[in-house]
């Protein structure tokens, strides 16, 4: 094992470039396990070995107290390669998005623009009303895709008519279920946004994922926002942990406020450690994220779509990044038939969404064909549930 470093970027380095070394660990964090067969979420990763060393040699002082030397490093540079002055590790994206929320409003009247699909409205146990008392306006694109600056003209409230709920916020999604919102448009919404005194936050879990798409690099797109949450624990596979990024005014608020929601955690290298590796491996160290296992997601993606439309299965949506969108009702295919005839052949499946991640093997891709295969044959019987089916996006 490596010496433990009192200088956290060179551990982290000097972690990833040692990866030869891990006959020591216990096996249970060898292999992706049942990662490898579970496509309902890029949540559903493993933690590696190489996190696990990480953890192993992180500083174990108090974030509370702003002592952690790892937690403090990494987000440093989280900031740096985001080009914003601060930023705040959370303990998850919701946490993430709704201090970011609360910290960027003050009272009532005011309220928040976002895309209907938006994380933060649909799958956020209703935090944004109950932290900030805001009316959430939400929109539907006319394209179908994503919001555009239209959109929000439309919809935002300007004036001070005491019927309106003025607009305070404005919080993007990218990439949202999947698909990118596009560097150029959402540049456009900033600047409108900025020139009428609305601030506006980016939910980024999944921004890395339309960086190594070849949309915009990841300073390209961080550095347009207000603030921007960023997850380690979807796409890069890092047990837990999500960032916000913004300035430093932005970041002492925020940090207030996320003590109250009781995220002031302790021992903070451990999640700082493991975030900082997943961040190097699976996104990689360059800002277009071209270094790391991202991109053969999306082409896995891609693959699993050609496999479904092949078999004349119809699409949601056209396939951006590391989700694929399957039309079931369009397909003649119920609800959940995909997920029990996955469950016949090993594969955790949810609906009509599968999502690749970095860890899913060619093996599982080739059982998925098997249960296209049985679906769309139209032998297999439909599953009389017609609930809709739930889970974490
Ligand atoms: C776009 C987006 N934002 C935020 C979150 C929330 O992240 P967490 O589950 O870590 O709270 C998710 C979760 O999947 C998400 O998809």
Not at 109 to 137: F, K, M, N
Not at 155 to 167: F, N
Not at 264 to 275: D, N
Request: net charge negative; glycine share 8%; hydrophobic share 40%.
């Amino acid at each position: 094992m490596a010496q433990l470093s009192t200088n956290a970027k060179a551990m982290v380095s000097a972690v990833v470039n040692n990866a030869d070394n891990k006959s020591t660990w216990t096996t249970s964090w060898h292999g992706a396990g049942a990662a490898e067969f579970d496509l309902r979420s890029d949540t559903m990763t493993k933690p590696t070995p190489l996190m696990l060393e990480a953890i192993c040699q992180t500083t174990l002082l108090d974030d509370v107290f702003n002592e952690d030397p790892v937690t403090n490093e990494f987000q440093e540079h989280v900031a740096e390669i985001t080009k914003h002055e601060a930023s705040l590790l959370v303990l998850s994206g919701t946490m993430g998005n709704q201090v970011a929320i609360r910290s960027h409003l003050a009272q009532p009247p005011h309220s928040v623009l976002c895309d209907y699909r938006s994380h933060i409205i649909c799958y956020e146990a209703g935090g944004v009303s109950a932290w900030t008392g805001a009316t959430v306006q939400t929109v539907t694109p006319k394209n179908g895709v994503y919001l555009t600056l239209e959109d929000v003209k439309k919809h935002a409230v300007l004036d001070d008519d005491i019927h309106h709920c003025p607009t305070k916020l404005i919080s993007l999604e990218n990439t949202l279920g999947g698909t990118i919102m596009p560097l150029a448009e959402a540049k456009r919404i900033v600047e409108w946004a900025h020139s009428n005194d609305i601030k506006v936050h980016l939910d980024g879990a999944r921004l890395w994922e339309a960086v190594v798409a070849g949309a915009g690099s990841l300073p390209e797109y961080t550095s347009l926002f207000d603030s921007v949450s960023l997850c380690f624990s979807k796409g890069l596979g890092a047990p837990m942990g999500s960032i916000i990024v913004g300035s430093k005014d932005f970041i002492k608020k925020a940090r207030w406020f996320r003590k109250s929601i009781g995220g002031g955690a302790r021992q903070t290298g451990v999640i700082a450690a493991a975030a900082w590796v997943a961040l190097d491996v699976t996104f990689g160290t360059d800002p277009n994220g071209q270094t790391g296992k991202l991109a053969a997601t999306h082409e896995k993606a891609k693959r699993v779509a050609d496999l479904w439309t092949n078999r004349g299965g119809k699409l949601e949506h056209p396939v951006d990044t590391n989700m694929v969108w399957l039309d079931l009702e369009a397909s003649g295919v119920g609800p959940n038939d995909l997920a029990e005839i996955g469950k016949e052949k090993g594969l955790q499946l949810l609906g009509g969404r599968v999502v690749i991640h970095y860890q899913v093997s060619d093996e599982a891709i080739s059982r998925l064909e098997q249960v296209f295969d049985a679906a769309l044959k139209g032998d297999f019987k439909r599953s009389e549930d017609t609930s809709k089916p739930y889970g974490s996006r």
